[in-house]
């Protein structure tokens, strides 16, 4: 646990310091959701509105694979993946930290975006803020745990920037789907039935335990 | 009888065609002090990393006090300081040191940092970002960093690189107070009058072989350079 903590710390306290991953992520889903605003017919609004939760995923997922990318970066400088390597400790609770500075990050990015979206498509988000927090918080877990196994594994390939999406795109499938349903019911109807969320649930709970198992064995060259 | 603290077995390791290292047999008691010698590629970080479990040996094994490489009690005895620093350069130089001790458990994280600030005269700095240190202080922070959790086996490989007269007759001094205290050390240089005055055995590696094996505290200095000039002609 001390790890976990240790790891959170210092992940956020080195992105308090520079802020390059939080901003990088930020102007990026800035700009999606900018482009989809003039892109899209704006005669058709409400022949939009049934896209509108995809285009938001669209630009949360975009801006996750821009942090994650950068998330292990930071440890090749001075080689400090391997003083990672060497910790004695279920390396588990690395990924943890890790994963969960992401999700937080991520968070942060996500309510500026929510705001900028709402704006653009005139969308009344205000209404169902609180559970649509939710849902994106559980979307993002999933997003962010096996992205955090999987952004480890591409750090250290020649091609990490390309790697990682092609890696994790596919694997986000049922997240996007839970996700991107469970926000469509909210902004339609104000509520969310279970099976989206059940979807969200059960795959982050198999991304949680797969990535927590499996980062046992990426760190070693 | 002084069981091993560190005993290898025909240790090779492999990068495609290249035969980093091949044939290696270790057997250090406690206190010991081994120097490993050797022109650039000839395989002495290559063996520091096997030692510490960061590589994977090709063929042949390693334990740490009976325990095999790699496994998470073979990793609480080693302190490894690197080529790489291992530090953050956004954290303090006490952020750095306190993190590493949570890292490792380490009982009073901010009394062991504030001793190990004081031990590599950097308590004045310690409150300023690794990243603005000059490569002296960082490779002293990196040691203090190496030693948080009070290791039984340290590996350095160049520890001297960048330190200046003063931190390397200190770190000279602590490599001593290690071995009085009965911890196990492998080091790896090019600083051959430093590696005979301090570790009481050597060994000079050549294109991943060993050329030659010295064994004796005081080790004799023109012997050990012989050997070590032999390396570099033989692999130039």
């Known amino acids: 646990m001390s790890v976990f903590l240790a790891i959170l710390w210092k992940d956020l306290v080195t992105e308090w310091r520079s802020r390059d991953r939080v901003i990088a992520m930020g102007l990026f889903a800035l700009l999606v959701v900018v482009v989809f605003h003039f892109a899209l017919p704006e005669a058709g609004a409400d022949r939009l509105r049934p896209a509108l939760p995809g285009l938001l995923w669209v630009a949360y997922v975009f801006a996750a694979m821009l942090g994650l990318n950068r998330a292990f970066a930071v440890e090749l400088e001075n080689d400090a993946l391997a003083g990672l390597a060497l910790v004695p400790a279920d390396r588990g609770w690395i990924f943890l930290g890790k994963a969960a500075a992401n999700w937080i990050l991520l968070g942060v990015v996500q309510a500026a975006t929510a705001v900028a979206f709402a704006l653009a498509f005139d969308v009344r988000l205000a209404a169902v803020a609180v559970p649509l927090s939710g849902v994106v918080a559980l979307g993002s877990l999933g997003l962010c745990s096996i992205g955090t196994l999987f952004a480890a594994i ?67 060259e | 009888m002084n069981a091993p603290v560190i005993e290898a077995r025909g240790l090779e390791k492999r990068f495609g065609p290249v035969v980093a290292l091949a044939g290696v047999d270790l057997d250090l008691p406690r206190g010991c002090v081994l120097a490993v010698v050797g022109p650039n590629g000839a395989g002495k970080t290559t063996l520091l990393r096997l030692l510490a479990g960061l590589a994977r040996p090709t063929r042949g094994w390693v334990r740490l006090e009976g325990v095999a490489r790699g496994r998470r009690e073979a990793r609480r005895r080693i302190g490894f300081i690197g080529h790489a620093t291992f530090l953050y350069p956004a954290l303090t130089a006490r952020e750095n040191l306190l993190f590493a001790a949570r890292l490792y458990g380490v009982s009073d994280p901010a009394g062991r940092a504030e001793a190990l600030l004081a031990r590599q005269g950097l308590a004045q700095v310690a409150d300023q970002p690794a990243g603005s240190f000059s490569r002296g202080m960082a490779q002293r922070l990196a040691i203090a960093r190496g030693l948080v959790h009070d290791p039984q086996v340290v590996l350095l490989d160049e520890p001297f690189t960048g330190l200046d007269r003063p931190a390397a007759d200190r770190l000279d001094a602590q490599l001593r107070n290690l071995r009085t205290e009965g911890r196990t050390c492998v080091l790896a240089t090019h600083d051959l009058a430093r590696a005979a005055a301090v570790a009481d055995r050597a060994l000079v590696l050549s294109r991943g072989r060993v050329a030659h094996a010295a064994e004796g505290a005081p080790l004799v200095g023109e012997t050990l350079e012989r050997a070590y000039l032999a390396a570099v002609d033989g692999s130039a």
């Not at chain 1, 390309?162 to 596919?170: A, D, E, H, Q």
């Not at chain 1, 339609?188 to 797969?210: C, K, M, W, Y």
């Open chain 1, 154 to 220: 591409s750090v250290r390939t020649q091609y990490r920037e390309v790697m990682l999406p092609l890696l994790l795109l596919p694997l986000l499938v049922p997240v996007l789907l839970g996700a991107v349903d469970a926000t469509a019911q909210l902004l339609d109807e104000g509520r969310v039935s279970f099976a989206p969320l059940q979807l969200l649930l059960v795959t982050n709970a198999v991304f949680l335990i797969v990535s927590f198992v499996g980062f046992e064995y990426v760190l070693d």
